[in-house]
């Protein structure tokens, strides 16, 4: 079992800056996929951006350029360094967790990013 706790959340305004984290704890293989994910209101939630284990990034078009993702494997943190925020980025961010031998996903709680024009 993996926990995920999300943190760094707020309140800014547009053009500004905020650094997510996530912190993981339990059975953390080697071997994995993390992931930030958030859901706006009335919409679906969405891939954010990716990071594996032996470093490959992966950002969905909307934030490439703005956003950075990046874990560091000695502590099991992941982070979100989001850069440029605009209203359209306002929604709950998700930490997600996925093993790449069992596929097993887990996810945290969420914290509430609010970009204000």
């Known amino acids: 079992q993996v926990q995920l706790v999300e943190s760094g959340g707020g309140l800014v305004q547009a053009g500004g800056s905020l650094r997510l984290s996530c912190a993981a704890s339990?059975?953390?293989?080697?071997?994995?996929?993390m992931g930030w994910y958030r859901q706006a209101p009335g919409k679906q939630r969405e891939l954010v951006a990716t990071?594996?284990?032996?470093?490959?990034?992966n950002y969905v078009r909307a934030v490439k350029g703005r956003f950075t993702i990046s874990r560091d494997n000695a502590i099991n943190t992941m982070f979100l360094q989001m850069n440029s925020l605009k209203p359209e980025d306002t929604a709950v961010y998700y930490c997600?967790?996925?093993?790449?031998?069992?596929?097993?996903?887990?996810w945290g709680q969420g914290t509430q990013v609010t970009v204000s024009s």
């Open positions: 997600n967790y996925k093993s790449t031998t069992s596929w097993r996903e887990y």
């Open positions: 339990g059975s953390i293989f080697s071997t994995n996929i």
């Open positions: 990071a594996t284990s032996n470093g490959n990034t």
